[in-house]
């Protein structure tokens, strides 16, 4: 087997990693040498006893772990995590935004309170968690950072309307950071797996529940926490496939002042909807440069005079 990828002296962070994909994260990135926080929620006596195990399990076999039970809601528990991990190693090299939760009821049904929980745990959960790393990736010019996205802020999922917006703030999140770390050797990614775990019991048949397993998904993100990682993709893995989600615009049209209305762009329709000359574009203002210069075409106008 190649283990040429070895995260020997980095140190990662892996939120809501006592079961579930989170525990088969913080396993995949110890294996290969990376001294592992694996934080995950305590009960009421504070005893995070999930986390424990997983942390036991990397001692286990021979690697260095250090248990957090921070709810990545609370900023400063996150802090006090960072800073714990700091006063022992001395660096955070890779953090993994993981945890998560489901209120899954239809819009019609959802109580605001339920939308509200699940937005903070994902989206503000994860900023919580990269802003207390964020500073110390810049003072060390490198930091891998990977979001847990979903195939439903992706795509949709009926009944998910709160996990598919909070899914689909890790992709707009990834696309600002990985602006704002480029110069600092900072990669930024998404992860979208499907695997058989406790949030998607019952939701898959038993078959499927096994082939989708946690570990089938992890090696996705020892290779989106390892040095030669891309960065602003969005890896979608379960079951052994990879693959990447991309986000195209089609080329569109322009439409001159007289014919510039709803009806015209009825007309239009098809044009603005076909594929063919579609493009990724790598930041907000390749899109304001691209529709000025389409408008400045169409109306005969040289912007550089
Ligand atoms: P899981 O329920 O087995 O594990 C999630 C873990 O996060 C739990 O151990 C939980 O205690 C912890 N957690 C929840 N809230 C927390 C908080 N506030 N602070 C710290 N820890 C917290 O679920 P999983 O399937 O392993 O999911 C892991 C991630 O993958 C989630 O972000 C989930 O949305 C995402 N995801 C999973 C699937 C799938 O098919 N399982 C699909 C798409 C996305």
Redesign the pocket.
């Known amino acids: 087997m190649n283990m040429s990828i070895r995260l020997d002296d980095q140190v990662a962070i892996v939120?809501?990693a006592?079961?579930?994909?989170?525990r088969s994260h913080a396993l995949a990135l110890a294996a290969r040498g990376a001294k592992v926080v694996v934080?995950?929620?305590a009960d009421a006596d504070g005893y995070a006893a999930?986390a424990q195990a997983v942390a036991a399990e990397i001692s286990a076999a021979g690697g260095e772990a250090l248990v957090h039970s921070?709810?990545?809601?609370d900023h400063s528990q996150v802090e006090d995590m960072v800073t714990k991990a700091m006063d022992q190693w001395n660096r955070v090299d890779i953090l993994i935004n993981?945890?998560?939760?489901l209120r899954d009821k239809t819009f019609a049904k959802m109580p605001l309170d339920d939308f509200r929980l699940v937005i903070d745990?994902?989206l503000m959960?994860s900023v919580n968690c990269t802003k207390a790393v964020w500073e110390i990736m810049r003072q060390q010019s490198y930091g891998r950072i990977v979001f847990?996205?979903?195939?439903?802020g992706l795509y949709g999922n009926f009944g998910q309307a709160n996990?598919g917006a909070a899914?689909m703030a890790m992709v707009g999140l990834m696309n600002a950071l990985h602006l704002e770390g480029e110069k600092y050797n900072i990669h930024v990614n998404c992860l979208?797996?499907?695997?058989g775990?406790?949030?998607?019991d019952g939701l898959m048949p038993d078959k499927v529940f096994e082939l989708?397993s946690?570990e089938s998904v992890s090696p996705g993100i020892v290779f989106l926490a390892a040095p030669g990682a891309p960065s602003r993709k969005v890896l979608c893995a379960g079951g052994g496939s990879f693959a990447l989600y991309k986000g195209f615009e089609t080329d569109g049209v322009n439409l001159l002042p007289d014919n510039l209305t709803a009806d015209g762009i009825a007309d239009a329709w098809d044009a603005i909807d076909n594929e063919l000359g579609m493009r990724q574009l790598q930041r907000g203002s390749d899109q304001t440069a691209k529709l000025a210069l389409k408008s400045a075409e169409n109306l005969g106008i040289d912007l550089a005079r």
């Open positions: 939120t809501g006592g079961r579930g994909l989170g934080n995950d929620l999930d921070a709810n990545v809601t993981n945890a998560g939760i745990v994902h959960g847990t996205s979903s195939s439903t996990y899914k979208a797996p499907v695997a775990t406790a949030m998607t989708l946690p």
